[in-house]
């Protein structure tokens, strides 16, 4: 089993900073690439940003130049640093990870989501 656990949500000010952090664990091989996505109420989750094991980087429009993502040390952890936040930022995140594990193989993961709330 695969368990992906976020952390870092919660409530900030229009122009506040945030950092989201989700830690996969469990009987993993290798993981593809990292992401982060959001569901904000009556929306379809989107993809905010994605991270490979190469280290590319792709991003959602509304948020280049405020989020940045990285990989951790041990590369079964990703960041979401979010600056900037604007009210329409507000929404639960979910991290994604596509990974490889024994004896799935290849298959896609999501955390439980964390809520980040951005007030104007």
């Known amino acids: 089993q695969v368990q992906l656990v976020e952390s870092g949500g919660g409530l900030v000010q229009a122009g506040g900073s945030l950092r989201l952090s989700c830690a996969a664990s469990g009987s993993i091989v290798s993981i593809n690439a990292m992401g982060w996505y959001r569901q904000a109420p009556g929306k379809q989750r989107e993809l905010v940003a994605a991270?490979?094991?190469?280290?590319?980087?792709n991003y959602e429009d509304s948020v280049k130049g405020r989020f940045t993502i990285s990989r951790g040390n041990a590369k079964n952890t990703v960041y979401l640093q979010m600056n900037s936040l604007k009210p329409e930022d507000t929404a639960v995140y979910y991290c994604?990870?596509?990974?490889?594990?024994?004896?799935?193989?290849?298959?896609?993961?999501w955390g439980q989501g964390t809520q980040v709330t951005v007030s104007s």
């Open positions: 994604n990870a596509d990974l490889y594990t024994i004896p799935t193989g290849r298959s896609s993961y």
């Open positions: 991270i490979t094991s190469g280290s590319s980087t």
